[in-house]
């Protein structure tokens, strides 16, 4: 059974950061794409960022030279470093993992960025 677990969110005040992590299970992570969508309230789920089995990474543009996609194929997890959060960063992350025509996702973890 695959499993994406996310954990990190949680609730910060604009400039500060946060950083998620998304642990695989029943999957070898390191050969998907794995990506970190988020969706804000009465918004439609968007791309944040992914990362290929190549290692090669692709951002949204709201948030390049914020955030950071890595991962660690020993955990087998993958982790968002986010920085300089703003609210306008506030949703709930969700990590995915694609191959073919197999498509996973986490249920979610609530970042909040609020002053």
């Known amino acids: 059974q695959v499993q994406l677990v996310e954990s990190g969110g949680g609730l910060v005040q604009p400039g500060e950061s946060l950083r998620l992590s998304c642990a695989a299970s029943?999957?070898?992570?390191?050969?998907?794409?794995m990506g970190w969508y988020r969706q804000a309230p009465g918004k439609q789920r968007e791309l944040v960022a992914t990362?290929?089995?190549?290692?090669?990474?692709n951002y949204a543009d709201s948030v390049k030279g914020r955030f950071t996609n890595s991962r660690d194929n020993a955990k087998n997890t993958v982790y968002l470093q986010m920085n300089s959060l703003k609210p306008e960063d506030t949703a709930v992350y969700y990590c995915?993992?694609?191959?073919?025509?197999?498509?996973?996702w986490g249920q979610g973890t609530q970042v909040t960025v609020s002053s």
């Open positions: 990362m290929r089995s190549s290692g090669s990474t």
């Open positions: 995915n993992a694609h191959l073919d025509s197999y498509d996973y």
């Open positions: 029943g999957i070898i992570s390191r050969l998907y794409a």
